[in-house]
T-cell receptor
């Protein structure tokens, strides 16, 4: 079945450090891939997405590239800020509208 | 433009009781999906409603049921509550069940079963 394996956290970085959160997936068919972010006490917000192989999703300085050959969709940001502290979820969607999520990675950015 | 709203924010119930959670979709959306997020885990899909019918269902027992109203709002009902049902319940709305439309999430209802 469809599944997402996400880098376990928590991750603690200093402000302006480089961020990578790894995500790999298993899916039948050709999934769309997503990164969602959850700030404390809030619901999920879509951060970025990619719908086909080699697509790059980007938003707010975050990027992720859909790599079919390695079944990966790693999240990166060149310089994190304290305001980026949150839990990040990798997710996939195949055809139908339900999302499969990873277990989440908690990021804490310290000044 | 109001986003997805959920009520109540928090809820405490006792084992064996029944609970109803409510969701109002984002304006213009007609599809509602429900997810369960246990502490420290990613959300898991419960079911999806479109045109007042359950269109898809995840791996959840029949104790979990739902309803969608003509105004597209939705309810999630859980019967015979177990301790393991304690979780954050998230509602997401979208425009049609098509996978090409983004799902917008509400803030969730935190259910605690004692």
């Amino acid at each position: 079945g469809d599944s997402v394996t996400q880098m376990e956290g928590p991750v603690t970085l200093s402000e302006e450090a480089f961020l990578t959160i790894n995500c790999t997936y298993t899916a039948t068919g050709y999934p769309s891939l997503f990164w969602y972010v959850q700030y404390p006490g809030e619901g999920l917000q879509l951060l970025l997405k990619a719908t086909k192989a080699d697509d790059k999703g980007s938003n707010k300085g975050f990027e992720a590239t859909y790599r079919k050959e390695t079944t990966s969709f790693h999240l990166e940001k060149g310089s994190v800020q304290v305001s980026d502290s949150a839990v990040y979820f990798c997710a996939l969607q195949t055809g139908a509208n339900n999302l499969f999520f990873g277990t989440g990675t908690r990021l804490t950015v310290i000044p | 433009d109001a986003g997805v709203t959920q009520s109540p924010t928090h809820l405490i119930k006792t084992r064996g009781q029944q609970v109803t959670l409510r969701c109002s979709p984002k304006s213009g959306h007609d599809t509602v999906s429900w997810y369960q997020q246990a502490l420290g885990q990613g959300p898991q899909f419960i079911f999806q409603y479109y045109e007042e019918e359950e269109r898809q269902r995840g791996n959840f027992p029949d104790r979990f049921s739902g309803h969608q109203f003509p105004n597209y709002s939705s309810e999630l009902n859980v019967n015979a509550l177990l301790l393991g049902d304690s979780a954050l319940y998230l509602c997401a709305s979208s425009l049609s069940p098509s996978g090409s439309y983004e799902q917008y999430f509400g803030p969730g209802t935190r259910l605690t079963v004692t």
